[in-house]
């Protein structure tokens, strides 16, 4: 020890407590960053989660369901099933079915790509809609 | 396994008044003139050698000149030998001989070297080295003008008491430059502290992270769920602003015989004809607000619109 100079110990020690204050200060940096992330992490899986739940092709099931539950509804429609779509063609719909039906898709969380109404008749509608997942 | 060390040191006797040389790559064992230190030995009560040297500079105040000086002791029976020496007076003398102190294995006092049965013996032509009560002194000569010559090759051993100059002297004393050192030392720990708790609480992060990646089911990369955020997002968009038109479309002002006709929509854009409508202006009017009119014809009651949604 006697023969390093202690200004070069005195040296040494000012060069890491430099080191360690840089070293500190990007330590904070770093959490502040991942910090960050973790919260934009965290906003992003709620959105993400609410948005899939929404768009989920469990729907379809639920959607057909409900169709097969009214019979001059399910009598009506003609379905295409697709694997990401669902194709409904009707003719001639009553008013009244034509209501039921879109109030229900209209009402949920439905991805409609296509929707044709058009009036053949005083109380029936000629109906197109595609919905996809 | 038997290795054999070779020795690399060689002895030289450090006097003012005796010439001295050291050899080319050799390291040197001094062994310090009485000329250039003072002795006494002591009768203590204490028996600690700390207490002891703490003891010493005053003991040596009343016989030493100014100047600054270091001490050495040990205890040789019931009494205390002690040493005082003058760093600068050594290395003066080292560099007067031109022997580096980085090629000075340690300093020995001659008093504890030299063989004292063996005593008076010759040093210089003007010089001998003698005993007086238990002490090794220089004297002249002329005390002893048969005195033999010093032979540094017949000390075989050299004892334990070692002294070692500091190589480098600075303007700061010893206390203020340790007290400094102690203060950035406590920094550094703070700091060092401060980055492991900072370290400890990032880990964490990292790892609460990596959880709401498993819980929420996200896909691998931030991107890759950015971009399905995204599609999501845009299908979100869109199917609200598709359901706000259709509730424009329910409530749109018509007249008893007016009705509409056909609704179609696709890719954000939405056709309309209306029957039987007397003023055109009104309904188109009405859907403006909301939505961009890109087409629009109006011929026998019959109102056909195109909207971008």
């Keep these: ?133 | 396994m038997f290795t054999k060390f070779k020795s690399h040191t060689c002895k030289i006797f450090l006097d003012p008044d005796v010439e001295a040389e050291l050899e080319e790559g050799l390291k040197a064992d001094v062994i310090l003139s009485p000329a250039l230190y003072w002795v006494r030995r002591f009768s203590l009560p204490v028996r600690s050698l700390k207490e002891v040297k703490k003891l010493l500079p005053s003991l040596f105040e009343e016989f030493l000149p100014e100047g600054d000086f270091d001490y050495y002791g040990y205890f040789d029976g019931d009494d205390f030998i002690a040493f005082a020496f003058e760093q600068r007076a050594i290395k003066k003398v080292l560099a007067e001989k031109k022997i580096p102190l980085s090629r000075v294995e340690g300093f020995y006092f001659a008093q504890n070297e030299i063989d004292k049965n063996l005593l008076p013996l010759r040093i210089s032509e003007r010089f001998i080295l003698s005993e007086a009560d238990g002490i090794v002194v220089r004297l002249p000569a002329s005390f002893a003008p048969t005195a033999k010559k010093l032979d540094l090759k017949s000390i075989e051993r050299l004892s334990s008491h070692q002294v070692h100059l500091e190589h480098f002297s600075t303007s700061i004393d010893k206390k203020s430059l340790m007290a400094l050192s102690f203060v950035l030392l406590g920094f550094l720990l703070l700091y060092g502290a401060e980055w492991f708790r900072l370290h400890q609480a990032r880990v964490e992060a990292e790892q609460k992270k990596s959880a709401i990646f498993t819980q929420y089911g996200l896909l691998p990369t931030m991107m890759q769920n950015r971009a399905l955020m995204k599609k999501y997002e845009k299908i979100d968009r869109t199917q609200k602003r598709f359901r706000t038109f259709f509730a424009s479309v329910l409530h749109v002002p018509l007249k008893k015989e007016e009705r509409l006709h056909l609704l179609s929509w696709k890719k954000g854009v939405a056709t309309l004809v209306f029957e039987n409508i007397k003023d055109a202006k009104r309904v188109t009017e009405y859907f403006k607000r909301d939505f961009t009119l890109r087409k629009s014809s109006f011929k026998e009651h019959r109102l056909v619109m195109e909207l971008q949604i």
């Design chain 1, 1 to 133: 020890m006697k023969r390093i100079h202690p200004l070069y110990l005195l040296l040494l020690l000012v060069v890491a407590l430099l080191y360690s204050i840089y070293a500190l200060s990007k330590e904070k940096e770093a959490l502040l960053e991942t910090q960050q992330e973790v919260e934009k992490s965290m906003e992003l899986a709620k959105k993400l989660a609410a948005l899939k739940k929404a768009y989920d092709p469990k729907q379809k099931k639920r959607l057909l369901r409900m169709i097969k539950t009214k019979r001059s509804l399910a009598k009506a429609l003609t379905i295409e099933e697709k694997s990401k779509r669902l194709v409904i063609h009707a003719k001639a719909l009553p008013i009244a079915d034509a209501n039921y039906l879109l109030s229900k898709v209209l009402n949920g969380t439905y991805n409609i790509t296509k929707l044709q109404l058009s009036r053949e008749k005083e109380n029936q509608v000629k109906l197109e809609l595609e919905i996809r997942w």
